[in-house]
Each structure stands twice: as C-alpha cells, then as structure tokens.
C-alpha cells in the first residue's frame, strides 16, 4: 500500500471530525481542497467558485459553516457504508426539489417515473454518496441555492454545480470520519 494511502485509511479508523475545511486552489476557482484533520483532499467546486451569496443556479458553492444532515446512498451498488451520519437509501423515486416556486424547494421529493425532474439515483456514479449539507435551510428562501451535497466527482475534477465534489473512493473512506456533529466551512 503506498504511504499517502496508508495514511488515509490510518486517519480515517480515529473518532469523528468535529470540522472540515473546503477552500478554492489559487487561480483555479472550481477546483479546490478539502482539508480533514491532517489530510488534504483534492475536491472539484461549483463552475461559479465559491460565493457568499449563493443564487439558484449562479454554479456557485456557498460560502459558509453548515451541518452534514445525512448521507444518501445507492444501496443497489453499494454496501451500507461506516458512517455516523443518519443514513438514507435511494430509491429509484427519489429526487431533489430545485424548482424556487415549488413549495418543496430544496426538499427531497417523490418524483415519478415519467417525469424528467433531478433525480438522486443517477445512471453515473456521482450520487452513488450524497451527503445533504444544511445549505438554505432554516430558513428556506426560494432562489437562495438548492441540492448543496458532498458527492462523487467527475473525471479530472470537472466544476459542479454548486456542490463539493470527491473521488468516489476517497469519499466513502471519508464518511467513517463523519457524523452529526461534523461542520462542514466552506472558505
């Protein structure tokens, strides 16, 4: 096993992070670091970069401290993953509320089979591990930035839109180091 993974996996058997930090690479503002305990983790960022005031679909990443709520998973190609966090399964119906004028904005919602909607259970791998940020929350306010999660990243780290993204290995050996009392800020 190299060293860089050695570590890794070493770090991420301890007791659950109280915080990591996510901040943008100079001079390349969708890309970034994840920063847990002695590690840093390369991640992708919103094509935006990150900005304080996030906008529904501006691509930015917002800027700020937030609570991981819980993780999403695919449990038709993965085991359960070791986390503390609260688990959920996706299911085929599952999707994610982005309309602003929809009274279930940034809510998880049931959405039907024939309607072309964002859906959790994506035919890539990216939301194979969601982990649901409390990004617009308390309160909700419609246009603010919706679907704000912690999920796989594409290749070569291409930008998302508005969400931090990680290789999908490293982030499910990342999850045993979360749990509810894990903040996430965003620099």
């Given at each position: 096993?190299?060293?860089?993974?050695?570590?890794?996996?070493?770090?991420?058997?301890?007791?659950?992070?109280s915080?990591?930090?996510?901040?943008?690479?100079?001079?390349?503002?969708?890309?970034?670091?994840?920063?847990?305990?002695?590690?840093?983790?390369?991640?992708?960022?919103?094509?935006?970069?990150?900005?304080?005031?996030?906008?529904?679909?501006d691509?930015?990443?917002?800027?700020?401290?937030?609570?991981?709520?819980?993780?999403?998973?695919?449990?038709?190609?993965?085991?359960?993953?070791?986390?503390?966090?609260?688990?959920?399964?996706?299911?085929?119906?599952?999707?994610?509320?982005?309309?602003?004028?929809?009274?279930?904005?940034?809510?998880?919602?049931?959405?039907?089979?024939?309607?072309?909607?964002?859906?959790?259970?994506?035919?890539?791998?990216?939301?194979?591990?969601?982990?649901?940020?409390?990004?617009?929350?308390?309160?909700?306010?419609?246009?603010?930035?919706?679907?704000?999660?912690?999920?796989?990243?594409?290749?070569?780290?291409?930008?998302?839109?508005?969400?931090?993204?990680?290789?999908?290995?490293?982030?499910?050996?990342?999850?045993?180091?979360?749990?509810?009392?894990?903040?996430?800020?965003?620099k």
């Amino acid at each position: 096993m190299p060293d860089g993974i050695g570590r890794f996996a070493q770090a991420m058997r301890k007791k659950a992070l109280s915080q990591i930090t996510v901040r943008r690479k100079p001079g390349q503002p969708s890309q970034g670091w994840l920063i847990a305990g002695p590690l840093a983790l390369p991640v992708a960022l919103g094509r935006g970069g990150i900005k304080a005031n996030k906008r529904e679909g501006d691509g930015a990443t917002p800027r700020g401290r937030f609570r991981l709520r819980r993780l999403w998973w695919r449990a038709d190609r993965h085991p359960r993953p070791a986390t503390r966090l609260p688990i959920r399964r996706i299911d085929a119906n599952d999707g994610w509320c982005e309309n602003p004028a929809d009274r279930h904005y940034n809510q998880p919602v049931k959405v039907p089979t024939d309607a072309n909607a964002d859906r959790l259970a994506r035919a890539d791998n990216l939301y194979d591990f969601i982990v649901e940020l409390d990004h617009n929350t308390r309160p909700r306010v419609s246009g603010r930035g919706s679907a704000v999660f912690i999920h796989g990243a594409r290749p070569g780290f291409a930008p998302t839109a508005g969400c931090v993204a990680l290789k999908l290995d490293v982030l499910r050996r990342l999850l045993a180091r979360l749990g509810p009392h894990t903040r996430i800020v965003i620099k």
